[in-house]
Each structure stands twice: as C-alpha cells, then as structure tokens.
C-alpha cells in the first residue's frame, strides 16, 4: 500500500482546511492509498518559504522518504511563484516521491502524470536561463551607464576615524554604532590596515 501526505493551506485564519482536506481523504481512500502525514498551514502562498513551516516540513520529509506521494488540492496550495512550484516539482522527482493535485487533474503516478515531471525540469533550466540572462543584461546595462558595481567604499575619513577609535582602545560593536555602519566594515577596514602594515 502507498503512503500519502496530504499538504493544504489556507491564506488567512478566516479561511479553514476542512474541504481540502475531506475531498484528499476521498482520493486517498479510492486509491488505495494509507494517509500518513498531513501537513496543514495558514499563511500566504506569496510568503517566503522560511515563513512556511509546514511547507518546508513536507519537502524535508518527501527527501526522507516518509511517504511516496503527496495529495493537494490545487497547484495554487503549494506556491504562487514558478520558482517556487519548479523547486517543490523537482524535490519530489529527485526523491521518487509522486504528486496530486485534484483540480488539474494531475497524477504522477500515471504514465501522462509522470510527462508532468519530465516537463517541470525543462521550466526549471529555462527559468535558470532566463535569470542568468537578465542577471547578465543588468550588469552590463550598468557598466554602459557608468554605474559602480559591488559594495560602495568606505570613505577615507572613516576609515581614519575607525583606526582612530580602535587605537583608543573602541570595541568593533561600539565603533559600528559610533559611526552608523555594520561590524563588517569596521573588521575589514582593520584587517586591511593590518595588511598594509605588514606588507611595508
């Protein structure tokens, strides 16, 4: 007997799980199918995935082959961005771990379910393509304008003031704050005195 997850979700706490999960149940018990896990989440389908615990607990669990196919109601459950959706498609795929989704119609434990997967991969190298790209353009539309790339620099003068009050015997955190800006410049600027020095 296969073991399924159910994976549903609702945007706001006015909105319940209840039809999800009774239609899911229905398909699971047709197919013959032993429901393992549920996975329910109130959250935003925009939200990142850190902030969607059920989420990333599903795909950490399909990787761990605790089911062998995960039921949702609708592809819309699962994200509302292509990268997302491509990640979760090829998560699944990598594991062997099948997928449902009961408004398109899409079973990936059929042979035209399956085209389903062959077809997320190629989405997924065009959309890493495509970001390569416009990553590519952008950089080089900003060269033609003159723009600097990276980290802007860190202006003598401060660079002078932080040697100065770490001379005085200034903590890093106290000299970040002192003059409003990150511990990590302040352990740069440093270290890269401490480089010169040596190099004379």
Known sequence: ???????????????????????????????????????EETVSGAAGKAKRDAYSRMLADATRRQFDVVLAWDVSRLGRSLRELLECFETLKATGVDLYLDQQG?????????????????FAEFERSMLIERTKAGLDRAKAQGKRLGRPSTSPEVITRIRDLRQSGMGMDRIARELGIGKSVVFNRLAEGKEARSVQ
């Open 1 to 39: 007997m296969r073991r399924a997850a159910i994976f549903s979700r609702v945007s706001t706490d006015r909105q319940i799980t209840d039809n999800q999960l009774q239609r899911l149940r229905e398909v699971a018990a047709k197919a013959g199918w032993e429901v393992v896990q549920v996975y």
């Open 106 to 122: 899409v079973d990936t434990t059929t042979p035209a379910g399956r085209a389903l997967f062959g077809m997320a991969g190629v």
